[in-house]
């Protein structure tokens, strides 16, 4: 498919540069023949006649002559407008020609058999259709524009040109049009754009940490708000070597065909995404067309990965999960937010004390602390939880090992009065403009509102 739309679109620029340059090119050609012709015309006439009226003087029966004054009288007589009709009606059949060639083209593009290696890309620039006979060449104009009065109509017009002698044959179905090959595809394309969609996502924001488990919900939508669809057949794909496949759980039951099969190897390569290597497969088909039968945006399925604890995070920090369509409602297409699961350590959360939970009081102020400079006691004096299971040097080892995400801002430096009182902050439940306000570092690449809310979300402990 990749292939397909680059040289689709290769083609099709190319064909608007081609006929840029064809149409003044035969213009000018014609024109430069048409003076060339008519200047002979006019001295081969002027030569005819001086040499009739010689022989007509010196003959005393004139009728001896009549065919070679019948042939100079057929120069005599050929107007302007029959060089005109003669140039236009060339100029059709290259035209003709040139968006033959463009239609071989376009034709092998569809198919998906086409032999690419051996395919003939030679452009001979002759009409099959085309005699040699000048008779054939009178039949065609005078079949063609010049009878239905297109002189008056303007001869260069570009409608007349590409829908008047060529609306006749086989190429009236509009392939050699100049609308047709050099906008066709792209006109296709906006018509699929404004179909209705069916799009699957990631709800949640986890964090993948090492050597544990993480879940993944995905939920599903339309565009147009229809619950009431046929069906949907999708792959969800990962890099075997981080993730591995453990579970699945709150599948949608309605009419559900395939339920997580695999995982299979993307030999093939669905998502265009050599690193995700797997995938599995999740089918749901409606007899009745009553599928999801629920309020959209709903949650479609959660699938549980573990996270490979030998992952070298200096050279891995994250890992994708795409999706791709198998099968779509008819009339919809298939879209997805592909997601981007961030790799943390072991304790790379904001649960310093290791309680199951994210406290102001516990946890933030730990991290202020250690922002500060604290440790040991100094750090974790009555900022542990009473639940917590941790000693002092744990908390501390966890606080240390979580430095990572503890740039907030990402400055390169993790400091009590930007990244300390951001967490703070969120932490305390403030989540309009106030959480950033005066807490972000002058080097910092994390710096809106929404960018540090994400992050903090992304590392917030799993509920237990």
Not at 266 to 291: C, K, R
Not at 317 to 327: A, C, K, L, P, V
Not at 379 to 396: I, T
């Amino acid at each position: 498919m990749y292939f397909h739309n680059k040289v689709k679109n290769i083609l099709n620029l190319k064909a608007l540069t081609l006929l840029l340059l064809i149409i003044p090119t035969y213009a000018l050609c014609d024109q430069h023949d048409l003076q060339t012709q008519s200047m002979q015309d006019a001295t081969e006439y002027k030569a005819g006649a001086e040499a009739v009226d010689y022989e007509a003087s010196n003959s005393s029966d004139l009728f001896d002559n009549n065919k070679t004054t019948v042939a100079y009288k057929h120069h005599r007589d050929k107007k302007w407008s029959d060089y005109i009709s003669e140039a236009r009606s060339h100029f059709r059949k290259r035209l003709r020609e040139f968006f033959r060639y463009l239609r071989k083209i376009r034709i092998a593009l569809k198919d998906p058999d086409t032999d690419w290696d051996n395919f003939d890309w030679s452009y001979t620039g002759k009409d099959p259709d085309e005699n040699d006979s000048d008779d054939s060449s009178s039949d065609d104009d005078s079949n063609g524009d010049d009878s239905t009065g297109d002189d008056s109509t303007g001869e260069d017009s570009t409608g007349d040109d590409s829908t008047g002698d060529d609306s006749t044959g086989d190429d009236s179905t509009g392939d050699d049009s100049t609308t047709d090959d050099t906008t066709g595809d792209d006109s296709n394309s906006n018509q699929d754009d404004s179909s209705p969609i069916q799009k699957i996502s990631v709800s949640n924001q986890p964090t993948g940490l090492l050597g544990e488990n993480v879940e993944i919900d995905i939920a599903y939508n339309t565009s147009n708000d229809n619950n009431q669809l046929s069906g949907l057949g999708l792959r969800i794909h990962f890099d075997s070597a981080v993730l591995t496949f453990n579970s699945l759980s709150d599948v949608l039951q309605q009419d559900i065909i395939v339920n997580g099969e695999g995982p299979e190897n993307d030999v093939e390569d669905f998502d265009n995404n050599p690193q995700t290597d797997s995938y599995i497969t999740f089918g749901w088909a409606s007899l009745f067309s009553n599928w999801p039968n629920m309020e959209l945006p709903s949650h479609l399925l959660k699938v549980t990965f573990g996270v490979s604890n030998s992952t070298d995070l200096n050279t891995v920090t994250s890992t994708e999960i795409n999706f791709t369509g198998i099968s779509t409602a008819a009339g919809y297409q298939f879209e997805s937010e592909d997601y981007v699961l961030e790799l943390a350590e072991t304790g790379s959360t904001w649960d310093f004390d290791g309680n199951g939970d994210a406290d102001a009081l516990t946890d933030g102020l730990i991290m202020m602390r250690y922002s500060f400079g604290l440790r040991g006691e100094s750090m974790a004096n009555k900022a542990m939880a009473a639940n917590s299971q941790m000693s002092v040097s744990q908390v501390e080892e966890r606080m240390s090992g979580a430095i990572k995400i503890a740039d907030i801002d990402n400055d390169g430096d993790v400091d009590a009065l930007t990244d300390g009182l951001l967490l703070l902050r969120h932490l305390f439940a403030i989540d309009d403009e106030t959480l950033t306000h005066g807490a972000i570092g002058l080097k910092a690449s994390r710096k809106t509102n929404a960018e540090i809310k994400k992050h903090l979300n992304k590392h917030m402990p799993k509920k237990r």
